[in-house]
C-alpha cells in the first residue's frame, strides 16, 4: 500500500488572502467587463422600480389605459434586459473563473514538477490528486461567484441606497443603520462554515486515500484474510464523509435562513415607516412604493455576498493543501541542483564534487563522482544510505549542496524503482515521450531488456495492469534503453534495474548494460545485487550522517 507520508504543516486562509488574489488577478479584465454589466444593472434595478411606482400608483389613481400601457411595455422591457445582462454576467463570470483555475492549477502542477520524485514519493499522492482535482473545481465558485459578487456589491449597493435617500432620506438611514447587522452575522456564520468545510474536505481526502490505498493492497489483504475489516474502515470514512456533508448542508441552511430574516426585518421596518407616514400624509403613495421596492434591492448583493460565500468555502478549504505545495517549492528555491557546463570536466559526461543531500535529519555525503563514457559507475552502499537520494539530487529531482556538471535532464536517460507504466501499449510505455513510437527500435530495447516474449501491442491498464512486477521492470529498463538510443543522451541510469528478475534473467540485463556502455554511454547504476559488481569499472561508497536540526538545510 502507498503509505500517506508526511504532511506539510496546514495553512489556513481567508477568502481574501493575497496569495489567493493573486491568481484572481486573472479574472481583472473579466472583473471590469463584470463591473460594466453589474453598473447597467443597477441602472435597471432603479428604473424598473420607478416604473413599476409610476404605474401602480396611475393604476390606483385611475389612470386610463393608454397611459399606463407604455409603462406596462417599459417594465417588460426592462425584465427582459435584466435577464440578458444577468446571463452575460454567468457567462463572463464563468470565463473568468476557467482563467484563474487553469493559471493555480498550473503553477501546482510546476511545483510538484520541481519538487520532484524524491519529495513525491513521500507524500499521498492520492490526497495530492483531490486537492488538484476537486479542490481546484471547487474553487471556480470562489473566482467565478463570490469574487463578482464582491464587486457587484460595491457598484449596486451606493447606487440602490443613493437612489432611496434622494427619494425617502428616512428610509435610506433605516437602510444604513440596519445593514451592518448582515455583515456581523455572516463574519460569525462564516467562521462556522469554514470549520465544517475544512472537516468535510479532510474526511473526503481521507476517504480517497484510503479507498487507493485498500485496491492497490487488495491482494496482500485477501491473502491475509483482511479485506473485509478494509471494506468496514472504508465504509465508517463514508459514514463520516456523510455526517460531515449534513453539517455543510445544515450550517448553510441555517446560514441562509438568518440572512433572510434579518434582510426580512430590515425591510420591514421600513415599511412600517412609510405606512405610518403614509396614513398621516407625510408622504406621496409614488415615492412611498418606490422606497419599498428598492429596500430589499439594497440588502441582496449583501444576502448574495453570504450565499456565494458557501459555494466556495469547499474551495477555498482546500487551499491549504495547495498553497502548502507552492510555498515547499517556493521554500526550495534554487537549492536543488546547479549545472555549472553543459559538458563535465575531464572528458566526463556527469560529474559531482562534493555533493551532499539533505533527507531528514541525515545527510548524505560528500560524494565526488566522475561517469565517463563507455564505463559503468556502481553506487554501493547499505539499504537507506540514500542511494536513490543521490540519483535524485543528480536529476534535479532533490535539494542538494555542490557542483554538479553535465548533468542536464535531456542528457540522461533515467530508470527509477518504480516501473512508472502508464495506461496504452507496451510500445507506447517505451517510446514514451515520442510522437511516433519506432517499432523495430521498440522490440530491439524489448528484447536487450529481456523483454522479448512481452508482446508490443498488449494494451496495458492504469499503472501497467497487465504485466508481472519483473515484467513491468524490463518494460521500464526497455524505455531507458529506448531513450538513450533515440534521443541525444549519453548517460544511462538505473535504479535498481534487476531488484524483481531471476538470476539467467539478470545475467541478460546485465550483459545488455555492458553492452550499452561499451557503445559509448556512460552508465550510473544502483544495485544491492553483488552481480552488479561483475560488469562495474568503478565503484562509489554511499553513506549518511547524522546531523542537528540547524545543520540541515531548510
Given at each position: 500500500m502507498t503509505p500517506d507520508g508526511p504532511a506539510d504543516p496546514p495553512v489556513r486562509r481567508g477568502p481574501l488572502d493575497p496569495r489567493l488574489l493573486r491568481y484572481a488577478r486573472a479574472t481583472r479584465g473579466f472583473l471590469a467587463v463584470q463591473a460594466a454589466i453589474v453598473l447597467a444593472q443597477s441602472g435597471v434595478i432603479v428604473g424598473f422600480a420607478?416604473?413599476?411606482?409610476?404605474?401602480?400608483t396611475g393604476a390606483i389613481g385611475g389612470a386610463p389605459i393608454g397611459e399606463l400601457l407604455p409603462l406596462v411595455a417599459a417594465g417588460a422591457a426592462l425584465v427582459l434586459v435584466r435577464g440578458v445582462l444577468i446571463a452575460?454576467?454567468?457567462?463572463?463570470?464563468?470565463?473568468?473563473?476557467?482563467r484563474a483555475s487553469l493559471q493555480l492549477r498550473a503553477a501546482l502542477i510546476a511545483a510538484v514538477e520541481k519538487l520532484g520524485p524524491a519529495w513525491l514519493s513521500q507524500r499521498s499522492t492520492t490526497a495530492l490528486a483531490v486537492t488538484a482535482g476537486h479542490g481546484l473545481e471547487a474553487l471556480d465558485a470562489y473566482f467565478g461567484r463570490y469574487l463578482p459578487q464582491l464587486v457587484a456589491t460595491a457598484i449596486t449597493m451606493p447606487i440602490v441606497i443613493g437612489a432611496i435617500l434622494l427619494a425617502d432620506p428616512l428610509s435610506a438611514v433605516i437602510v444604513v443603520l440596519t445593514m451592518p447587522l448582515i455583515p456581523i452575522f455572516m463574519v460569525l456564520i462564516g467562521l462556522a462554515t469554514g470549520a465544517v468545510q475544512r472537516r468535510q474536505f479532510d474526511t473526503l481526502t481521507t476517504l480517497a486515500t484510503r479507498f487507493a490505498d485498500t485496491v492497490q493492497g487488495l491482494g496482500t489483504l485477501k491473502i491475509f484474510g483482511r479485506q473485509h475489516r478494509a471494506a468496514d474502515s472504508i465504509d465508517e470514512v463514508t459514514?463520516?464523509?456523510?455526517?460531515?456533508?449534513?453539517?455543510?448542508?445544515r450550517v448553510s441552511f441555517l446560514s441562509g435562513f438568518a440572512l433572510e430574516f434579518l434582510a426580512s426585518i430590515s425591510v420591514a421596518i421600513v415599511a412600517v415607516t412609510i405606512g405610518f407616514r403614509l396614513l398621516d400624509g407625510e408622504m406621496v403613495l409614488l415615492v412611498g412604493l418606490f422606497a419599498l421596492l428598492l429596500a430589499p434591492e439594497a440588502y441582496l448583493p449583501l444576502r448574495q455576498v453570504g450565499a456565494q460565500f458557501h459555494a466556495s468555502a469547499e474551495g477555498m478549504a482546500a487551499t491549504s493543501g495547495i498553497f502548502a505545495v507552492l510555498d515547499a517549492a517556493r521554500a526550495q528555491g534554487d537549492r536543488t541542483r546547479t549545472v555549472t557546463a553543459p559538458t563535465a570536466e575531464g572528458g566526463a559526461l556527469l560529474?559531482?564534487?562534493g555533493l551532499r543531500v539533505p533527507r531528514g535529519e541525515r545527510m548524505i555525503g560528500p560524494i565526488d563522482l566522475d561517469v565517463r563514457a563507455g564505463e559503468v559507475v556502481l553506487l554501493e552502499g547499505a539499504s537507506g544510505a540514500g542511494k536513490s537520494s543521490v540519483i535524485a539530487a543528480l536529476l534535479g529531482f532533490a535539494h542538494a549542496e555542490g557542483e554538479i556538471s553535465g548533468g542536464a535532464?535531456?542528457?540522461?536517460?533515467?530508470m527509477s524503482q518504480r516501473a512508472g507504466l502508464l495506461s496504452g501499449t507496451v510500445a507506447e510505455n517505451v517510446a514514451l515521450g515520442a510522437d511516433t513510437p519506432d517499432a523495430v527500435l521498440v522490440a530491439r530495447c524489448l528484447t536487450d531488456a529481456a523483454a522479448g516474449d512481452v508482446d508490443a501491442g498488449i494494451v496495458l491498464g492504469a499503472g501497467g495492469a497487465g504485466?508481472?512486477?519483473?515484467?513491468?521492470?524490463?518494460?521500464?529498463l526497455a524505455r531507458a534503453l529506448y531513450r538513450l538510443r533515440a534521443t541525444d543522451a549519453r548517460v544511462l541510469v538505473l535504479d535498481e534495474p534487476t531488484s524483481a528478475l531471476d538470476t539467467d534473467t539478470e545475467a541478460h540485463v546485465w550483459a545488455s548494460v555492458r553492452a550499452a556502455a561499451d557503445a559509448g554511454a556512460g552508465v550510473l547504476l544502483v544495485s544491492h545485487r553483488p552481480s552488479a559488481r561483475t560488469i562495474a569499472d568503478r565503484r562509489v561508497a554511499v553513506a549518511s550522517v547524522l546531523v542537528l536540526p540547524a545543520e540541515v538545510p531548510q
Open positions: 420607478w416604473v413599476v411606482s409610476r404605474a401602480l452575460a454576467s454567468e457567462r463572463v463570470s464563468a470565463a473568468g473563473a476557467a459514514g463520516r464523509y456523510k455526517r460531515e456533508t449534513m453539517s455543510v448542508l560529474t559531482a564534487r535532464r535531456e542528457a540522461i536517460a533515467w504485466l508481472s512486477g519483473g515484467q513491468a521492470q524490463r518494460v521500464a
